[in-house]
């Protein structure tokens, strides 16, 4: 697989210059922590599909959802869906389940790879068809995930309980500056609502651990594993997003 084509397929969601942030940086600024980071891997590199979500913007969605790719398989090939049109001739693809289909933002205009109104019932429809899809959007609640999705843009329950990983990313500015947090990760449960796998407390600001996981991929053992492959990738202060892609790829194909 082109690794050099995925990761400017990564580069392109970075819209405000300067570097990619990688997963050393948000460990390192406390956005995830080490745990997080692993289960993280395991879960996007056994194929769930994800959606990563804030309503303000500059929290950090994009960049999450970036580094969240930089975790696929490394046969995994990313195909970013343009627009309406371009969704339309790809939900009719018969592919090799090897495609994480791509759309920058499920919202509003008028720009590059953005979906709204019925194009975005259809994204979340190819979970039905076995594929993997990849977005991010406006909410800062489940709820208010669910009533964009289902209530406003009217996908079927069933095809937002598909959506292996629900991540939620808080904005705060304190006395120091700004700090990003990832305060909720939900994983899929098949034929039920989306259970909480991780929380962020304030108060302590550390991350809670709500397992024992469900996933495909992430038991105790491979959870272990992927810990200390990101434990030495921040020993080793890799940053830069070709190298973090090409050390995940080498870790997962070994």
């Known amino acids: 697989m082109d690794q050099k084509r995925n990761v400017e397929q990564i580069e392109a969601l970075n819209q405000r210059g300067g570097r990619m942030l990688t997963v050393v940086d948000l460990m390192q600024a406390g956005t995830i922590s080490e745990e997080m980071a692993a289960y993280l891997l395991c879960a996007v590199s056994a194929g769930a599909s994800f959606l990563t979500a804030a309503r303000p913007g500059?929290?950090?969605k994009t960049t999450v959802l970036a580094n969240l790719l930089s975790f696929l398989p490394p046969k995994a090939r990313i195909l970013t869906v343009r627009d309406g049109e371009m969704l339309r001739e790809v939900a009719g693809y018969t592919d090799d389940g090897n495609t994480c289909y791509l759309v920058h933002e499920i919202g509003h205009g008028p720009f590059y790879s953005y979906l709204w109104n019925g194009d975005v019932p259809i994204l979340l429809g190819m979970l039905a068809q076995g594929k993997t899809v990849a977005s991010?959007?406006?909410a800062d609640t489940l709820q208010e995930m669910q009533e964009v999705l289902l209530g406003q843009l009217g996908v079927r329950e069933a095809d937002f309980r598909a959506v292996g990983l629900l991540l939620f990313i808080r904005m705060l500015h304190g006395p120091n500056g700004v700090i990003r947090r990832v305060s909720h990760v939900y994983e899929a449960v098949p034929g039920q609502e989306h259970r909480l796998a991780f929380s962020w407390d304030p108060e302590t600001?550390?991350?809670?651990q709500h397992g024992p996981f469900g996933l495909p991929g992430c038991g105790e053992a491979e959870i272990g594993m992927a810990r200390e492959f990101v434990r030495v990738l921040a020993k080793r202060n890799v940053r830069m997003l070709p190298d973090v892609?090409?050390?995940?790829?080498?870790?997962?194909?070994?």
């Open 58 to 60: 500059n929290a950090g």
């Open 245 to 254: 892609r090409q050390r995940v790829v080498g870790y997962l194909a070994g």
């Open 205 to 208: 600001d550390s991350h809670l």
């Open 136 to 138: 991010c959007l406006h």
